[in-house]
């Protein structure tokens, strides 16, 4: 059996898929145990943050496991597997190990060094124990990554490449100011009480805010996190809660705003926030320019009606135009070139008949190196020339469009309500970017922030770990794998000696009870020396990568009996079921 991940996330999908393909709790649920029922899978679990959604499982067929987790993860997202399929990375074996234990770090994260992730891979865990999905492969890798985490976190300072998404949020929000000065004094509403909400609530307390607002559809949760903030030791800020339905009031008295709930529809659409904002500022909401508008004086119109645009003057081969140049800002291809309008624009008259005396001689401007009709193309071109020269007898010049002028940029008020949306679906309508007097930092720009955040020179050192603990995973797992043949050997060679003693008694029947067992102990002395050398060495070459057929040639050497190595590695999953599914470390 092999590791396998199918997903999507930030740094391979657009916000607007992620967006609609999260799972909620119960598509969570049903996602794990169709996987498990699935043909190629034997267990099976859901990574499902923000910014990502994963499936891992214990497949024993690569390709039709691909196929199976894509169309799982295609059906209960509700987004199509055609959609889907090009956002999808998967990742096998040792490179899936790589992916996890990078995850736990903190190195995939949208903010790089973010810890929350290791809650939401524990949580992760307890789901597929809870529902058994989880067996020895999956307890072992989402415990062993929890290691991986804590230990990057502990050795390393990867927490100063980067900070929890609340933070860079909240950090966004204030626009390059000191989070605990922007915030102190502010009131501030919540919304939803999970573990996300509570950490921007705690977050915001000990920045300093005035007065924290708990608004969650089922109260009693909203009031528990607002009593924590109260009466903590660090958050000790003024905290209250309030019913769902009380958040348009609770905005319009609010500066800042954060929301994340499990909702399937926006908790907040623009009209709920334009009118909390009117409701502050007693004052219609402005809606700034989504578009410059572009003005440039109109270009007077050449004798056939149409407007001039502009092309450098040069020579070539006697020709007063620099016909290369104005192909090359044409975009034409070579062998081809404009009709004379564009290639003349600017030019003064006397330049004009110049041109069309050359013209005359035999050369055209649609003659580029190619066999034409050269009489014909010349008088067509001798013609449009004679009109722009009479025009440009008239005028002076030929009209040349100018580059408009800059246009003034519609100066946006600052802003009087603050959002802060970190939930997958969003809770507040994209159209509030677009809100006068409204700042909305959301998933899709905390991803476009963070995309060139500086990283941290000990996320080289992360990396380092993250490879060493693969390796050591990987090792451990061959072992173990060899394991139960190993179990079995010894147990056929304990029955052995058992059935030769019994023999030995059959034979010397008068055999006193302190010989038998002196010979007893020495047949096995015997037997344990002649199997250590071999079964610690095989043990060894197992644990090295393509170490797995020293199990085969083990059990091939010894005749050992199928059967027999099964019912060890049955007894073995069943013991790490009954002792890891309690809870994860």
Not at 403 to 413: D, G, W
């Amino acid at each position: 059996m092999s590791l396998l991940v199918v997903g999507l996330s930030h740094r391979s999908a657009p916000v607007s898929v992620l967006e609609r393909a999260s799972l909620n709790a119960d598509d969570r649920v049903k996602l794990l145990q169709d996987t498990v029922a699935a043909e190629p899978a034997t267990e099976a679990a859901v990574l499902a943050t923000c910014n990502r959604i994963e499936l891992y499982a214990d497949v024993d067929k690569f390709h039709a496991g691909v196929a199976e987790l894509s169309t799982l993860l295609a059906q209960h997202s509700g987004v199509g597997l055609e959609e889907l399929t090009p956002h999808l990375y998967v990742h096998y074996e040792d490179r899936a190990v790589h992916h996890l234990f990078s995850v736990a770090c903190g190195l995939d994260s949208m903010v790089v060094g973010e810890g929350q992730i290791l809650g939401q891979i524990k949580d992760s865990l307890a789901r597929a124990q809870e529902l058994h999905t989880a067996g020895r492969l999956l307890n072992d890798l989402f415990q062993q990554a929890l290691r991986v985490g804590k230990r990057a976190h502990s050795e390393t300072g990867i927490d100063r490449a980067g900070q929890s998404l609340v933070t860079f949020g909240l950090e966004q929000l204030s626009a390059g100011a000191a989070v605990t000065d922007w915030a102190r004094g502010k009131k501030a509403l919540v919304i939803g009480a999970g573990s996300m909400s509570s950490l921007a609530a705690a977050t915001l307390a000990r920045a300093g805010v005035g007065e924290i607002v708990i608004a969650n559809r089922t109260r009693e949760r909203a009031e528990r996190l607002a009593r924590i903030l109260t009466e903590g030791d660090d958050t000790h800020a003024p905290a209250r809660a309030v019913p769902m339905d009380a958040v348009p009031v609770e905005l319009t008295r609010a500066d800042i705003a954060v929301s994340c709930t499990g909702a399937t529809g926006l908790v907040l659409t623009a009209g709920t926030i334009a009118a909390a904002i009117e409701g502050r500022t007693a004052a219609p909401v402005a809606h700034p320019a989504a578009t410059q508008r572009r003005t440039a004086p109109a270009a007077a119109p050449d004798p056939r009606g149409t407007s001039l645009a502009p092309a450098p003057a040069g020579a070539e081969e006697g020709c007063p135009l620099d016909l290369a140049t104005v192909e090359q800002l044409a975009g034409v291809e070579p062998g081809f070139s404009l009709l004379g309008e564009s290639a003349v624009a600017g030019i003064d008259a006397a330049t004009l008949e110049q041109h069309g005396a050359w013209v005359d001689g035999g050369t055209s401007l649609l003659e580029r190196g190619r066999a034409r009709d050269a009489q014909a193309q010349a008088g067509a071109d001798a013609e449009l020339i004679t009109a722009l020269a009479a025009t440009a007898a008239t005028v002076g010049r030929v009209p040349e469009l100018r580059k408009p002028e800059p246009v003034a940029v519609l100066q946006r008020p600052e802003p009087v309500l603050f959002l802060l949306d970190l939930a997958m679906p969003r809770d507040v309508d994209a159209a509030v970017h677009r809100l006068a007097g409204a700042r909305l930092v959301d998933i899709e720009s905390l991803a476009e922030a963070s995309a060139d955040a500086p990283m941290a020179a000990d996320v080289d050192q992360v990396r380092r770990i993250v490879s060493d603990e693969v390796a050591a995973f990987g090792a451990a797992q061959r072992a173990a794998h060899i394991t139960p043949t190993v179990v079995a050997l010894r147990t056929m060679a304990a029955d052995v000696v058992t059935s030769e003693i019994a023999r030995l008694e059959g034979r010397l029947p008068g055999l006193d009870d302190k010989h038998r067992a002196e010979i007893t102990q020495t047949v096995r002395r015997v037997v344990d020396k002649l199997l250590h050398a071999p079964t610690v060495r095989v043990k060894q070459l197992a644990a090295e990568p393509g170490g797995a057929g020293y199990a085969d040639a083990l059990r091939t050497l010894f005749d050992l009996d199928p059967e027999t190595v099964a019912s060890v590695t049955r007894a073995d999953e069943d013991s790490e079921k009954n002792g890891k599914n309690r809870g994860p470390a």
